[in-house]
């Protein structure tokens, strides 16, 4: 078990570029979890799948967003069009779909968009 | 409303206690966790809790919570130079229990 991957750890663009994120979760983990975290304020809510579903999106997952989890695996999420208020840490998060199971985090991609 | 409150700044000396208060408003909150942060670096989990306990021991971390108050507190007995980090607070609901609401963190700065 090598815990959730993401890659990169940072990522710098111009602003109206678009960017991928990727995330490997903990294996034998059918929920993966993202979340955004801005300087000086705990993570955010962004959208999470049950294996290749996507159950949930949060309303600051704006059109310019999109995640996919094609085979239930590892996940994407993509920024089109970046703006300069899109910078933060991109956080990956997996975990059972057991109640009350909790989520193990990775490192996270700082994107700074200038 | 699913605001979680955490003070900003706990400045300990090694050796001493540390308390991480932490208070959250949504009633129907099924399990609330502790995520420690170092610079750079992302949430690594503590301890976590079910509602329907008081209390949770594991090794030097003691969490407290009372549930009439919406209180959830995290203790660090023997607070050491490498428990200096962000720690954050937050809280699950029994219909979206992966979609965390976090706190704004508490820095916790230990000295020598």
């Known amino acids: 078990d090598t815990g959730v991957s993401q890659d990169p750890r940072h990522k710098i663009t111009k602003r109206g570029q678009n960017v991928t994120f990727r995330c490997d979760p903990i294996?034998?983990?059918?929920?993966l979890y993202w979340y955004r975290q801005t300087l000086g304020q705990g993570p955010e809510f962004l959208t999470y799948?049950?294996?290749?579903?996507?159950?949930?999106k949060s309303r600051l997952l704006s059109d310019r967003f999109s995640a996919e989890r094609p085979k239930g695996s590892f996940s994407t999420l993509e920024i089109q069009r970046t703006e300069q208020g899109d910078s933060a840490m991109y956080l990956c998060?997996?975990?059972?779909?057991?109640?009350?199971?909790?989520?193990?985090f990775g490192n996270g991609t700082r994107l700074t968009v200038t | 409303g699913e605001d979680v409150e955490q003070s900003l700044f706990l400045s300990v000396r090694e050796g001493d206690s540390s308390v991480i208060n932490c208070t959250y408003t949504?009633?129907?909150?099924?399990?609330l966790y502790w995520y420690k942060q170092e610079p750079g670096a992302g949430l690594q989990l503590l301890t976590y809790?079910?509602?329907?306990?008081d209390m949770k021991q594991d090794q030097r971390l003691t969490v407290l919570l009372n549930k009439k108050d919406k209180h959830l507190s995290l203790r660090i007995a023997d607070t050491q130079t490498g428990d200096s980090a962000i720690y954050f607070c937050?809280?699950?609901?029994?219909?979206?229990?992966?979609?965390?609401?976090f706190g704004a963190g508490t820095q916790v700065v230990v000295t020598p």
């Open positions: 949504d009633s129907s909150s099924t399990y």
């Open positions: 799948f049950q294996n290749e579903a996507q159950l949930e």
């Open positions: 937050a809280e699950s609901i029994t219909d979206s229990w992966g979609k965390l609401q």
């Open positions: 998060a997996s975990s059972l779909a057991v109640l009350g199971e909790p989520l193990h």
């Open positions: 294996s034998e983990h059918n929920r």
């Open positions: 809790i079910f509602s329907n306990m």
